[in-house]
């Protein structure tokens, strides 16, 4: 066998057994086969970052009433930073923030992150969340920090409902027959003011608001 035909030779079986490690990598290392889904996109500026943010809606698609974010964010930065407000480009939407402890302003700590939404965990809360968004769209969210500014990101809308049950408002939408509070619209975990009262201090990170995991899971 002449020298060039064995470097050929040489040269494919070191492709197949890259191709073949490959494959081996992917069956055994994928978000498929571990049955783990990608968080949703995160962003990042400066020493802010955002992370599984989503707008949860009322769990009733005919119901009116609030809605609330929520998400994680960190602050990488050696100072607190005030998250003065969260808006809607584009539309007329008043978000309402509330902290953890009830009042005062949310602060995400240097080297810590705060949790929006859920039972005991700061909120922001759209009064008039089902009238200014509709399920399954994705809403652009602006973030205001004092120091590092706006940053923005996309957010998926979904009821609450499955995953995100515990996440939605706890405010409920009045059923238009009788005006009292429907049964399936008061998902335990409050995201507005009223369940934002005990303190919850910040929240590590990993620790969770819900993923896309959540998000695809209850699109099915």
Known sequence: MSSSL??????????????ASLSAC????????????????????GDIKL??????????????????????????????????????PGKNAKVKLTA????????VPAGGSVLLGGKGNASAVLPDGREALKDGEQQRL???FSNTGQVTIGAF?????????????????PTPSTGAPSGAATPSGAGSPSGAG???????PGAGAPSQAAQQHAGH
């Open 6 to 19: 064995r470097r050929g030779v040489l040269a494919a079986t070191a492709l197949v057994l890259s191709i």
């Open 142 to 144: 602006a973030f205001d």
């Open 26 to 45: 992917a069956a055994g290392n994928s978000a498929q086969t571990l049955e783990v889904k990608p968080d949703n996109a995160a962003t990042s500026v």
């Open 51 to 88: 992370q599984n943010v989503n707008v949860i809606t009322q769990p009733d698609l005919t119901a009116k009433g609030p809605a609330v974010i929520t998400g994680q964010v960190f602050n990488n930065g050696r100072k607190d930073q005030t998250l003065r407000a969260i808006t809607l």
């Open 198 to 204: 005990k303190p919850s201090g910040a929240a590590s």
């Open 100 to 107: 953890a402890k009830g009042s005062g302003d949310v602060v």
């Open 157 to 173: 809308v979904v009821p609450a409902t499955s995953y995100f049950k515990d996440w939605g408002p706890s405010e409920a939408a």
